[in-house]
């Protein structure tokens, strides 16, 4: 089934997420391209049978050209599956990691595209990489540098991709 993997990423930790489940879902057969949200339109993705679109989470919220992509999207899924993933929580020092329920406003989203599901992976968090700005509010919410992706529940997510497209 040809499959389309839209990501946005800032700093590049979901777009390893990403190209994980593009990895994951090649290995299964299935025939997926690969998207960086920054640089595609609606119209990019109109012969992909099935959609995984992936967003980085910035204060609660995916980045704009995330948005942008499913404003341009909504009209066009025409009854495609679709399942959305959101990384980016990383624990406070005081506090164990956890990404059992999304911290993400992402109901607009899962309607616009009647998405199957939503998940949420940990994400990764390097100080050097973050501009003065991201660094102070890392500062202040005592995020430390820590990488809480979990390889092995990504690629186990895209397996229960394939199983639902084969089931169809």
């Known amino acids: 089934m040809r499959i389309a993997v839209a990501v946005a990423s800032k700093h590049g930790a979901t777009k390893e997420i990403g190209h994980a489940v593009v990895e994951r879902l090649r290995e299964l057969g299935h025939d997926v391209s690969e998207h960086d949200m920054a640089s595609t339109s609606a119209e990019d993705l109109d012969d992909a049978q099935a959609l995984v679109l992936g967003g980085a989470v910035y204060f609660g919220r995916w980045p704009n050209e995330a948005n942008d992509l499913v404003d341009g999207l909504a009209d066009r899924v025409d009854g495609r599956p679709v399942w959305l993933f959101s990384s980016g929580p990383v624990a406070r020092e005081d ?65 229960k991709i394939d199983s ?5």
């Open 95 to 159: 506090e164990p990691p956890s990404v059992e329920e999304p911290t993400i406003a992402i109901d607009g989203t899962m309607q616009a595209l009647d998405a199957r599901e939503h998940v949420m992976f940990g994400g990764r968090l390097d100080k050097n990489t973050l501009s003065f700005v991201e660094r102070a509010v890392a500062r202040a919410l005592r995020a430390p540098d820590a990488d809480t992706r979990d390889w092995t529940v990504i690629r186990e997510w895209a397996d």
């Open 164 to 168: 639902a497209l084969k089931a169809s």
